[in-house]
């Protein structure tokens, strides 16, 4: 299928709020279907109940925004390749201008990312966010009473910062604390140089990493409309950024290879699984009558999301299971197992659209996803022997997370399809901002990856190839939000 191109600026280029609509493709049976499954398939590539984009994908964390993770990111840092960055984002479709509380990061709460470093599917690593909230002035409901021009501006009424810690074992050391979140971008009157804001809340913190918490623009791009009926039943709903003009809550951190490592030597095994979570404790206490207001919070920490890998919680689990999904561990996927190697989307796609399913048990799939992909389960060219397995294969548990080869290298010229692309820098080694996971997963849920590929599997997309605002080309690589006066 035709392909029509996008122009991509250089991500230091001024960041525009808005850019023209991709050029819809045309709509001959042949495209129609195509389009359909790709956008579509795309959502099923992911296979396990693992660690999913989770944009409002699960009943009760829909409930419950500040704490639903939305994606997970894991890529060796382009201008700094002896690192490894972390990406982790919560709060789907934050509305810029929703005032005048906007959007904090929750204080009953404990947001995580995790590190496997022996294909174990447990964490070595956990690196742990708390935050704490602070009114100047609680006479007034602004979020800001006059320009804000600094984090410490006695004009921004409302502040939030986080402790972060390294949990390794039975061991808990505290890397930094009380550093200063981004505030949210509420417009160009409050924060004429919200940029600057951004610079000032990263920190470079001791053992060579960096850290950011704040807002930022929505970096996963697709069309969601895959959910009417499968983008209107004759693919009329397709080419749209449905995230265009949405912030989220981002938390970036950047780390040393050593240190993610197993025995702190990439060298022995440069894979590394990455997932994030949200835990909340688990006893909440409403306010009554005369108090202030305030629920009471107690008991032990529950997990309540989990995300690694983009879009299987939504799409591949059925509804009974997805609650069930963001409160397990990686080291119980085995429980869903059957849904990636049977997947239902795809049998979807052949009664409306009547494009033939691959045939099933998807061993491709549980490769891609589950275990890490070597030359001999991979169906495109490699030049090295693996592409993201671990080195200690015989004692590896499949579990859905990103997993990342720290030693490919990564390019400054990146294809935006991945491995499937040729571009092994990229998903599902691991996953950079640029990446089109839609595109990416579609043509894996339609077999591309298989040994002998079906044609038409390379041909599918959604029409959105490209996130609407500019990522940046330093750390913290997300970009900025959009601001409520856009």
Same mark, same amino acid.
């Given at each position: 299928?035709?392909?029509?191109?996008?122009?991509?600026? /250089?991500?230091?280029?001024?960041?525009?709020?808005?850019?023209?609509?991709?050029?819809?493709?045309?709509?001959?049976?042949?495209?129609?279907?195509?389009?359909?499954?790709?956008?579509?398939?795309?959502?099923?590539?992911?296979?396990?109940?693992?660690?999913?984009?989770?944009?409002?994908?699960?009943?009760?964390?829909?409930?419950?925004? @500040?704490?639903?993770?939305?994606?997970?990111?894991?890529?060796?840092?382009?201008?700094?390749?002896?690192?490894?960055?972390?990406?982790?984002?919560?709060?789907?479709?934050?509305?810029?201008?929703?005032?005048?509380?906007?959007? &904090?990061?929750?204080?009953?709460?404990?947001?995580?990312?995790?590190?496997?470093?022996?294909?174990?599917?447990?964490?070595?690593?956990?690196?742990?966010?708390?935050?704490?909230?602070?009114?100047?002035?609680?006479?007034?409901?602004?979020?800001?009473?006059?320009? *804000? @021009?600094?984090?410490?501006?006695?004009?921004?009424?409302?502040?939030?910062?986080?402790?972060? /810690?390294?949990?390794?074992?039975?061991?808990?050391?505290?890397?930094?604390?009380?550093?200063? !979140?981004?505030?949210?971008?509420?417009?160009?009157?409050?924060?004429?140089?919200? +940029?600057?804001?951004?610079?000032?809340?990263?920190?470079?913190? &001791?053992?060579?990493?960096?850290? $950011?918490?704040?807002?930022?623009?929505? +970096?996963?791009?697709?069309?969601?409309?895959? $959910?009417?009926?499968?983008?209107?039943?004759?693919?009329?709903?397709?080419?749209?950024?449905?995230?265009?003009?949405?912030?989220?809550?981002?938390?970036?951190?950047?780390?040393?290879?050593? /240190?993610?490592?197993?025995?702190?030597?990439?060298?022995?095994? &440069?894979?590394?699984?990455?997932?994030?979570?949200?835990?909340?404790?688990?006893?909440?206490?409403?306010?009554?009558?005369?108090?202030?207001?305030?629920?009471?919070?107690?008991?032990?920490?529950?997990?309540?999301?989990?995300?690694?890998?983009?879009?299987?919680?939504?799409? !591949?689990?059925?509804?009974?299971?997805?609650?069930?999904?963001?409160?397990?561990?990686?080291?119980?996927?085995?429980?869903?197992?059957?849904?990636?190697?049977?997947?239902?989307?795809?049998?979807?796609?052949?009664?409306?659209?009547?494009? &033939?399913?691959?045939?099933?048990?998807?061993?491709?799939?549980?490769?891609? $996803?589950?275990?890490? *992909?070597?030359?001999?389960?991979?169906?495109?060219?490699?030049?090295?022997?693996?592409?993201?397995?671990?080195?200690?294969?015989?004692?590896?548990? +499949?579990?859905?997370?990103?997993?990342?080869?720290?030693?490919?290298? +990564?390019?400054?010229?990146?294809?935006?399809?991945?491995?499937?692309?040729?571009?092994?820098?990229?998903?599902?080694?691991?996953?950079?901002?640029?990446?089109?996971?839609?595109?990416?997963?579609?043509?894996?849920?339609?077999? !591309?990856?298989?040994?002998?590929?079906?044609?038409?599997?390379?041909?599918?997309?959604?029409?959105?190839?490209?996130?609407?605002?500019?990522?940046?080309?330093? $750390?913290?690589?997300?970009?900025?939000?959009?601001?409520?006066?856009?």
């Amino acid at each position: 299928m035709h392909r029509h191109p996008v122009v991509r600026p /250089e991500a230091d280029a001024p960041e525009p709020r808005t850019r023209p609509q991709p050029r819809r493709r045309r709509r001959g049976a042949t495209a129609v279907t195509a389009l359909v499954l790709g956008a579509a398939a795309a959502v099923a590539g992911t296979p396990l109940a693992g660690n999913a984009s989770s944009h409002r994908e699960a009943p009760l964390i829909a409930g419950d925004p @500040t704490v639903d993770n939305t994606d997970t990111y894991a890529f060796v840092s382009p201008d700094a390749p002896d690192t490894v960055t972390l990406v982790a984002n919560w709060s789907p479709f934050s509305e810029p201008a929703g005032g005048p509380n906007f959007f &904090p990061f929750a204080t009953d709460a404990r947001y995580n990312l995790h590190v496997d470093a022996d294909g174990d599917a447990k964490a070595d690593l956990t690196y742990r966010w708390t935050f704490t909230s602070n009114y100047k002035n609680q006479n007034t409901f602004l979020y800001n009473t006059n320009q *804000v @021009t600094a984090l410490d501006d006695p004009d921004l009424n409302f502040t939030q910062t986080y402790k972060l /810690e390294l949990v390794r074992g039975l061991q808990t050391t505290v890397l930094a604390d009380n550093v200063p !979140v981004a505030p949210s971008n509420v417009g160009v009157a409050s924060m004429p140089d919200y +940029p600057k804001l951004r610079a000032d809340a990263v920190r470079t913190l &001791p053992g060579g990493l960096k850290s $950011f918490a704040g807002q930022a623009d929505d +970096p996963f791009f697709l069309d969601l409309r895959v $959910f009417d009926l499968l983008y209107g039943g004759n693919a009329s709903e397709i080419g749209q950024d449905t995230l265009r003009g949405y912030n989220v809550n981002s938390i970036v951190l950047q780390v040393p290879k050593q /240190e993610l490592a197993l025995n702190k030597d990439p060298a022995r095994n &440069p894979v590394i699984g990455v997932w994030s979570t949200t835990d909340r404790r688990s006893l909440r206490l409403l306010p009554g009558t005369g108090g202030d207001g305030q629920p009471l919070n107690s008991g032990g920490w529950s997990q309540v999301s989990r995300l690694g890998s983009p879009l299987v919680n939504e799409v !591949v689990l059925p509804v009974g299971q997805k609650d069930r999904f963001n409160n397990s561990n990686p080291d119980r996927d085995a429980q869903f197992l059957r849904y990636v190697t049977n997947p239902e989307l795809p049998k979807l796609i052949q009664a409306i659209y009547n494009i &033939p399913a691959p045939a099933e048990p998807r061993n491709d799939l549980v490769a891609a $996803f589950l275990t890490g *992909v070597s030359k001999a389960n991979l169906g495109v060219d490699l030049n090295a022997h693996t592409l993201n397995q671990d080195a200690r294969k015989d004692k590896i548990i +499949p579990y859905e997370g990103l997993r990342l080869n720290m030693s490919i290298a +990564p390019t400054m010229t990146p294809n935006r399809l991945g491995v499937v692309g040729g571009d092994t820098a990229g998903f599902p080694n691991g996953r950079r901002l640029t990446d089109d996971v839609v595109d990416i997963e579609l043509q894996a849920v339609q077999g !591309v990856l298989l040994p002998n590929p079906p044609p038409a599997a390379k041909a599918l997309g959604d029409a959105v190839d490209a996130n609407d605002v500019h990522f940046q080309h330093m $750390f913290p690589y997300v970009a900025l939000p959009t601001p409520g006066s856009r």
